[in-house]
């Protein structure tokens, strides 16, 4: 039953947020102790409630998703992130802005 809520989860992800989930799952996966994983790592799942994770523990997440991304994460928006999805959404964010950043600077215009 279980392989059928992550499946039927991870449906509803556009291909760039199923990569990035799929990276954040490892990321979390390593983060939170065994115990902690008898729920499992959903775009819905909650830091606090479903994967009790601490405040100390989402600072050490915080920076391993800015390292293993290349972005950066204000103490402000990080203290937004409830759930997985918010913090796959603010990456999905900033991957396209970095994208068209890099287009706007190294592609001519469209005419």
Do not use: C, W
Request: hydrophobic residues 50%.
């Amino acid at each position: 039953m279980d392989e059928f809520r992550y499946v039927e989860a991870l449906m509803d992800l556009s291909g760039v947020q199923l990569i990035i989930f799929l990276i954040l799952e490892e990321i979390i996966s390593k983060q939170v102790t065994v115990e902690n994983l008898d729920n499992l790592i959903l775009p819905t799942s909650t830091f606090g409630e479903d994967l009790l994770i601490d405040s100390l523990d989402l600072i050490e997440l915080v920076i391993l998703i800015e390292d293993t991304f290349e972005v950066e994460i204000s103490d402000e928006v990080a203290s937004e992130f409830d759930t997985v999805m918010d913090v796959i959404l603010f990456i999905e964010e900033e991957l396209i802005a970095d994208y068209l950043d890099y287009s706007e600077n190294h592609y001519p215009p469209f005419s």
